[in-house]
């Protein structure tokens, strides 16, 4: 999950509530020392406050932890700050591994989903399993199904909305009509 856009906490904070969630989807514990980001934004898990993923459990890099902590709250599973900031427009993640292999290599566009961008909504992945070379495209991604993302728990589906069809719009009337009533 990609909170990239967050919604702003006032008028002079505009990124202080970005986040990125790693989850491990394998069935061992994964040891992250060396393990880290290298593009667009910077972290490294070896001096970080997690430095082992169990199975089925999620991880997060908060750009401000104490903006984080205020809007979602306390005990999730934050490894700690990341330098730089997601780009609005999109960019490039890269997460490499202790010999600088890569784990992870894909962008992230804002135009996929716009309520995405600056909306209060994160990106999520579609698929876990889909092959990592795939998540560079739309549709391994989707709009959360939860205003301000589902930082640390799966996030739920998102909202079926049933199509709208407008057919008769009255847009502007010349004539004043008056009622006449008794009282």
Do not use: C
Not at 131 to 159: C, F, I, M, Y
């Amino acid at each position: 999950e990609i909170m990239y856009h967050p919604p702003p906490l006032s008028l002079t904070t505009t990124d202080l509530l970005e986040y990125v969630e790693f989850k491990n989807i394998g069935p061992e514990a994964l040891d992250l020392t060396g393990v880290g980001l290298v593009e667009g934004i910077e972290f490294s898990f070896s001096a970080s406050a997690v430095t082992t993923l169990p199975p089925g459990e999620s991880v997060l890099l908060v750009k401000d932890l104490a903006s984080f902590t205020i809007q979602y709250g306390g005990g999730l599973r934050v490894a700690g700050e990341f330098t730089g900031s997601l780009d609005n427009a999109g960019e490039r993640v890269r997460l490499l591994d202790a010999r600088n292999e890569e784990i992870l290599d894909f962008t992230y566009n804002n135009a996929w989903y716009p309520v995405t961008d600056g909306l209060g909504f994160s990106l999520v992945v579609a698929d876990e399993q889909a092959e990592p070379d795939t998540w560079t495209r739309k549709t391994q991604w989707r709009a959360s199904g939860r205003l301000h993302g589902s930082p640390g728990v799966n996030d739920p589906a998102p909202p079926v909305f049933p199509p709208v069809v407008v057919n008769e719009i009255l847009s502007n009337t010349t004539r004043s009509i008056i009622f006449n009533a008794p009282l």
